[in-house]
């Protein structure tokens, strides 16, 4: 079904998958990895304010990894609809969906796998990985923005969140966004044929810009599953360093972020890494960088002087004023 955007596909399942009504006595359970979107998080809330769900958080460790057996047991215990994430959007991590969906099968229990961050840039098996419903957003492929797609599994239907006209077989009424869904499918086109070779790219560039990092920076840590993480992702701290003072500094040269680069004005620390377990400093001195098919060796060069030299700077300002004190 084609959407606005994964946030749309994501709400679509949380509201209209569970049988949500205030005059049944069962609440639905729903499991949540404590790192998915806020779409995920603030919609299983906000069903949990109104007293129409109950919330179990599937925990993490510190570098964000899911524990599966953890995960076995609350399944074991009744679900009405399980969320885990195919990648994370702030650390990189990339989550076990073939292992979680064949959890998630044994004990019949629907499974959403946000796929925002993974869809053309890991392979994902719909058909065998046992996932029910898989969200895509188009412009985290190189689409456009706006569009976006719900994947369900046959035999299983959704309460419409919005009514109208009853398109998309009466399961999201409205005038279908063409010049959006055509830019979906082209970028997954596109996807399938340079995915592989764009893939291994990066995470050269990516490994690069972190060795000349580590090297440079006393001190910088890298946060996340460095085994197990998408190849545009860059996730550091500067424990010393507030990320604000560096963000600061580069905002002219560099496009970073301290979080989710798609949460509007959110300067609250980032739920993922507090969800981590990470100390105060780490998480105040964090930083995510980005890499994508269009960035160049040379960008990466220039990246690793701009953030030294803001790093050097910033602790020359802090421990002076220490010193002023
Ligand atoms: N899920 C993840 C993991 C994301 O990174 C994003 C970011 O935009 C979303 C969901 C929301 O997607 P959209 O902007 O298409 O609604």
Request: with cysteine; glycine share 10%; proline share 3%.
């Amino acid at each position: 079904m084609f959407t606005s955007g994964a946030t749309e596909s994501i709400n679509l399942v949380i509201q209209g998958s569970n049988k949500i009504d205030n005059t049944s006595k069962i609440k639905p359970r729903i499991g949540v990895l404590s790192v998915e979107h806020k779409a995920v998080l603030d919609t299983c809330y906000a069903l949990a304010k109104k007293g129409l769900a109950e919330i179990i958080n599937l925990q993490v460790d510190s570098k964000g990894r899911l524990d599966t057996n953890h995960l076995e047991k609350v399944c074991a215990s009744g679900l009405s609809l399980l969320c885990v994430m195919a990648a994370n959007n702030e650390i990189g991590n990339i989550y076990p969906i073939q292992e979680v969906g064949k959890i998630a099968q044994k004990y019949k229990i629907p499974f959403l796998c946000d796929a925002s961050q993974a869809v053309g840039k890991i392979s994902i098996n719909f058909e065998e990985w046992g996932i029910t419903y898989l969200a895509i957003s188009a412009h985290k492929l190189y689409g456009p923005k706006g569009s976006g797609a719900l994947v369900v599994r046959k035999g299983y239907h959704l309460n419409p969140i919005l009514f109208g006209g009853g398109h998309q077989k009466g399961q999201r009424s409205g005038t279908l966004n063409v010049p959006g869904i055509v830019g979906l499918g082209e970028a997954c086109r596109l996807r399938l044929l340079e995915m592989e070779k764009d893939e291994n790219a990066i995470a050269l560039l990516r490994d690069k810009l972190q060795g000349l990092l580590l090297d440079k920076i006393p001190g910088l840590t890298v946060n996340g599953d460095i085994n197990s993480r998408l190849s545009g992702n860059l996730h550091i701290s500067i424990p010393d360093v507030p990320n604000s003072a560096i963000i600061a500094r580069v905002r002219h040269q560099l496009a970073i972020s301290t979080g989710a680069a798609c949460s509007s004005g959110v300067e609250t620390p980032s739920h993922v890494l507090t969800a981590m377990g990470l100390p105060q400093e780490v998480i105040e001195g964090a930083l995510r960088i980005g890499i994508g098919k269009f960035t160049t060796l040379q960008e990466i060069e220039q990246a690793a002087s701009i953030l030294t030299e803001a790093v050097s700077l910033t602790r020359k300002a802090l421990y002076s004023s220490y010193r002023i004190e």
